[in-house]
């Protein structure tokens, strides 16, 4: 199985999993290989849904760029918008400050609103 195989698999069925089992799961995948750390729904760091946590210093990461401008050198400023799902990160001193890493972890972050969502749906089915 690779990579993307689990990552669409965990995103399409997180319902049946509490997110306890959600973390755990992701870390054994991520631990051989299977889900890259840019996919997780999870963070394993703060133990939560990805998109309750983004907006932490610890997430970060100039070398990365994950939630980084480079050309400002400034953390981008984070949006989540739990009702509409929406996700943004920008510059806070040029506006823009896009990277192929925080195109991924906004990604994840929708993922990981829509799985929450469906998780307390089918919690209170």
Same mark, same amino acid.
């Given at each position: 199985?690779?990579t *993307? /195989?689990l990552?669409? /698999? /965990?995103?399409l069925?997180?319902v049946s999993?509490?997110?306890?089992?959600?973390? /755990?799961?992701e !870390? !054994?995948a $991520?631990?051989?290989?299977?889900l890259?750390? !840019?996919d997780r729904l999870t #963070?394993?760091v703060?133990g939560?849904?990805?998109?309750? #946590?983004v907006?932490?210093? *610890?997430?970060v990461?100039?070398v990365t760029?994950h939630?980084?401008?480079r050309?400002c050198?400034?953390?981008?400023?984070v949006?989540v918008d $739990?009702?509409?799902? !929406?996700?943004t990160m920008? #510059?806070p001193r #040029?506006?823009?400050?896009e990277s192929?890493?925080? @195109?991924?972890?906004?990604?994840?972050c929708?993922?990981?609103?829509? @799985?929450a969502? @469906?998780r307390k749906?089918? $919690?209170?089915?």
């Open positions: 199985m690779n *993307t /195989t990552a669409s /698999t /965990t995103r069925n997180p999993r509490t997110l306890p089992v959600l973390l /755990t799961m !870390d !054994d $991520e631990d051989v290989g299977r890259a750390p !840019d #963070c394993h703060h939560r849904w990805i998109h309750q #946590c907006a932490s210093p *610890t997430h990461n100039p760029r939630r980084w401008c050309p050198g400034t953390a981008l400023t949006s $739990e009702l509409s799902g !929406d996700v920008y #510059c #040029c506006g823009h400050g192929a890493a925080s @195109a991924r972890l906004i990604t994840a929708r993922a990981s609103l829509a @799985a969502r @469906a749906v089918f $919690e209170a089915a």
